[in-house]
């Protein structure tokens, strides 16, 4: 079962730029997590905002969260080329944590 | 360091035969998860245990088998019946409902 579903499915930008993805899901949450995976390595947790937050920042890092919309987005700025990842959300659900498909960054030089 | 292990990163199977995947952690996690990854895909969930001697058969079960008997150990059985085993394996653990996951770095299975 997927509960969230990122967008777009690939990115590629130039080194400087700032990289928006988007997350979609479907049930109330108590929380939404994000989470880099660079290639063939472990997920590696990024930020978590809360159900009554709407946005948080970590460094170059913006997520925003809109509870009415079932939607949070996930903003990196001044990107590098060590942001090139694939990056997922993430939400708990009952006793599972739920990952959607994620969304492939390629930073180019 | 507190962390989370899995070995080997690489394991490759004959056809027929099951093999065990190792997940360790040092954390004091109660809750572990396995998921399988296959190329550009998400993670989807295998098995997870909230505590020692309890599991929970995930999405993907069908196939797998696991064993909870420590708290810092969490192993993956990969059985015969599994037609399909080629992915990435993750693990990963928790310290309580709705905290983030720490995750081990994979183990990439390949059938021969």
């Known amino acids: 079962s997927q509960q969230g579903e990122e967008d777009p499915q690939a990115l590629s930008i130039q080194e400087g730029e700032n990289a928006t993805m988007n997350c979609s899901y479907k049930t109330s949450i108590n929380n939404l997590q994000w989470y880099r995976q660079n290639s063939g390595r472990g997920l590696v947790h990024l930020i978590l905002?809360?159900?009554?937050?709407r946005e948080k920042h970590s460094g170059r890092l913006r997520v925003t969260l809109d509870t009415s919309k079932k939607s949070s987005s996930l903003l990196i700025t001044a990107s590098r080329a060590a942001d090139t990842a694939s990056y997922f959300c993430?939400?708990?659900?009952?006793?599972?944590?739920?990952f959607g498909k994620g969304t492939r960054l390629h930073i180019l030089p | 360091d507190g962390g989370i292990t899995q070995s080997p990163k690489y394991l490759f199977r004959k056809e027929g035969q099951n093999v065990t995947l190792s997940c360790e952690q040092n954390?004091?996690?109660?809750?572990m998860y396995w998921y399988r990854q296959d190329p550009g895909q998400g993670l989807r969930l295998i098995y997870y245990s909230q505590i020692v001697n309890d599991f929970q058969k995930g999405d993907i079960a069908e196939g797998y088998s696991v064993s909870r008997e420590k708290k810092e150990s969490f192993p993956l059985t990969v059985t015969s019946a599994q037609k399909n085993p080629t992915a990435f394996y993750l693990c990963?653990?928790?310290?309580?409902?709705?905290?983030?996951?720490?995750f081990g770095q994979g183990t990439r299975l390949t059938v021969v």
């Open positions: 954390l004091n996690h109660d809750a």
């Open positions: 905002i809360r159900s009554n937050e």
């Open positions: 990963a653990s928790i310290q309580g409902w709705g905290t983030e996951a720490f």
């Open positions: 993430a939400t708990p659900r009952d006793d599972k944590i739920i």
